[in-house]
């Protein structure tokens, strides 16, 4: 009991003298920050390129939906998902067998409307002589008026006979034809060459015409895949910038390292909000598109805008604004001094500059000029960071925000002219 008690006291007076120690160090060696943050740029040479990036998803740019026209049972199916079919190839047919039988039934009442008009013509014929004959006898007084208004009523109902008979001949023809029409619609040809995305019937399945309710059953989805569209959203700020035909870079994450061009087909007219941003549909066509590519990947689409090489640049924090003027804070000895500039081509991290030097060093944040043009000292030299380090980090990171909103959006600048 004695031994630990000895070494619960030892163990407590190495733990205090080692905070001593350790306090007193930290009185004589102030904390230094390991990490920093970078507050000078050196004005260098560099290739910038401006493009407004957008992602979008594929698709077929004909894409159908196959429903027959008439009601029936789904007699013959050859094709399935993923099959690739001919223009004019059969899609499926329909069982058209009470279609064949009214078909014959109507040839029935044809034939038989087609004897009833001989035989009423006969009729006709006969009743017209003696129908003559009567008027003759009328007029001669031989007859009473009563049997030649009988006579003259036999004629008119005979002709009468005939038209009946042409109208039903008439409307006979017409069903046969409204027959022969459906019996076409039972077999549905593919209206173009196509791949089938989607088959969600079988055979023997009844489905509805078109005509009917809901549009009819969907029997299959058809699509032209050697035709294929990027439908994206475009943000308001950008859509100014673009125009039909444009040429823009295309990647498909689903496809690492597959690069294809694409063409601004279609903008839309007017803006909608998706994911809360307003922008405006926008409809690009792919230029030749990879075999791997299928509908419903997502592409990264990049429209270049555009672009200076080898010029002379800085960040976009390194640049300031007052009243329409451009300027920056050089190095000059242990100071900084404000010099004015001209600005070109900027993209959404450096601006093209013109009245600097390469080499030269620019600062980051905002020189207090009442200060003999002394740079604040730097994030992460002190232990503590003082309120106007903080102003002065917050204040670079707002105007380099500001400068990629400003710059970018109104990037219609052309490269400095020497």
Known sequence: MKNLLVAFIL????????????????????????????????VSARDINFAVTAAGDIGPADQVSVRPEVSGKIENLPVDVGDIVKKGDILFTLDDADLQIEKASVKTEIEGAKLQIEAAKL????????????????????????????AKT??????????????????SEKTLEQTMDR????????????????????????????????????????????EMIINCHINQADVTRLKQGQEVDIE????????????VDRLAPQATIKNQIKGFATRIVLKKP?????????????????????????????????????????????TFKRREIQIGVADYDFVEVKGLNDGEIVTLEKVDEGSSGKLPTPIGMKAKKSASDKKSAAAGKTNALQNATQFSSSNTLNKIKP
Request: aromatic share 8%; net charge positive; proline share 4%.
């Open 183 to 226: 019996l076409t619609k039972t077999k549905i040809l593919a209206p173009f060459d196509c791949t089938i995305l989607t088959r969600p019937v079988s055979v023997g399945q009844a489905v509805s015409g078109s005509g009917g309710v809901n549009s009819g059953t969907e029997v299959l989805t058809i699509a032209n895949l050697n």
């Open 123 to 150: 009729r006709v014929d006969n009743v017209r002589r003696s129908f003559e004959r009567n008027q003759e006898l009328f007029k001669s007084k031989l007859i009473s008026g009563e049997q030649f208004d009988t």
């Open 154 to 171: 036999d004629f008119s109902l005979a002709t009468n006979a005939v038209e009946i008979s042409r109208n039903n001949l008439e409307k």
């Open 252 to 263: 498909v994450e689903a496809v690492p390292g597959l690069k294809m061009k694409g063409v």
């Open 11 to 42: 163990i407590a007076v190495l733990g205090a003298g080692g905070y001593y120690f350790w306090t007193d160090y930290q009185k004589k060696h102030p904390a230094v920050a390991v990490a920093s943050r970078t507050t000078t740029a050196t």
């Open 290 to 334: 990879d075999s791997r590519v299928r509908p419903g990947m997502t592409a990264n689409i990049s429209i270049p805008l555009i672009s200076a090489e080898n010029v002379l640049a800085v960040p976009l924090a390194a640049v300031f604004t007052d009243r329409g003027e451009h300027y920056v804070y050089v190095k000059d000895g242990e």
